[in-house]
């Protein structure tokens, strides 16, 4: 992984209308086109270590396609800049073991979901006048907003004095936004991840820890399917608070639904997660 990359396209979208970035968008398509095809987990039979190729493959096509794409097309870098944060952040979740490398994945995910959010013009003005949280409150594109709160917050666990001097209260500001934009993203997402925020980090925020059940049952709501819900619910609310029965029932309500091939077929990558950790979990 090369952050270098993040930088280059920073400064290249920073200066707006770089050569270099206008550049071979024939090339760029063609390689997007590669990238999203690697990365799709649906329209096949999916085999969690078998992936991990293919996902470092996406993301090393979406890269070389970046500096191909050019300036004014804006849904082609976003797209490829929402799909890189995504994908470092499932490289970093699902296969990195190291905590340098990842640090190092959590880190340009966060970058390329900022670069993201910086192509609209009006995030950027809000920034420059409010300050960047206020930015974050102002901008449009979801999945940017949601993979720069995910991959920012679990950065941060490798950061602690930027958590506390107001990274986390901007992890508490994405989600917020996510959860207006679209509360069902990716079955339910911005209702997990607050939830987990809620329940870790509810004394830095200034939440009951209790106000995670809200968002975790939400999800749940939102899609049955989406094993991480009930695994993160026991993992982070009903075990803390030694609630050994809602504790069970979640893990097992997990399990149990992993039996159905459409269930684990629905979020292929984070379903087969979850169901890995479920199983540790139980004692």
């Not at 976003?78 to 340098?100: D, K, V």
């Not at 679209?182 to 079955?187: K, M, P, S």
């Not at 893990?251 to 990558?269: H, K, N, R, S």
């Amino acid at each position: 992984m090369k952050r270098v990359a993040a930088v280059c396209l920073l400064l290249s979208v920073g200066l707006g209308g770089s050569s270099v970035v206008a550049q071979e968008p024939a090339q760029a398509a063609a390689l997007i086109a590669a990238a999203d095809a690697a990365f799709d987990r649906w329209n096949r039979p999916f085999d969690f270590d078998a992936y991990r190729t293919r996902l470092e493959t996406a993301i090393a096509l979406w890269e070389e396609a970046l500096p191909r794409i050019p300036s004014e097309d804006f849904a082609a870098l976003s797209h490829t800049l929402n799909r890189l944060a995504q994908a470092y952040f499932e490289l970093g979740e699902a296969y990195l073991t190291e905590p340098e490398e990842k640090e190092e994945a959590y880190g340009a995910g966060k970058d390329y979901a900022l670069a993201s959010l910086r192509l609209d013009p009006l995030f950027s003005e809000v920034e420059a006048n409010d300050g960047f949280r206020a930015a974050l409150r102002s901008a449009s594109d979801v999945e940017a907003i949601f993979w720069y709160g995910n991959t920012l917050g679990v950065w941060l666990n490798y950061h602690q004095i930027t958590a506390i001097l107001g990274g986390v209260l901007d992890v508490l500001a994405s989600y917020e936004r996510a959860i207006e934009l679209d509360e069902t993203h990716l079955g339910g997402a911005p209702h997990r991840s607050m939830a987990a925020l809620i329940a870790q980090a509810y004394f830095v925020i200034s939440r009951s820890r209790h106000d995670a059940v809200d968002h975790y049952e939400r999800s749940i709501e939102i899609d049955p399917a989406y094993l991480e819900s009930y695994v993160n619910y026991a993992e982070h609310y009903a075990g803390p608070l030694g609630r050994e029965d809602l504790y069970h029932d979640l893990l097992d309500t997990a399990i149990e639904m992993a039996a159905d091939p459409q269930v684990m077929g629905a979020w292929p990558l984070y379903n087969a997660l979850a169901i890995r950790r479920a199983w540790t979990m139980l004692p």
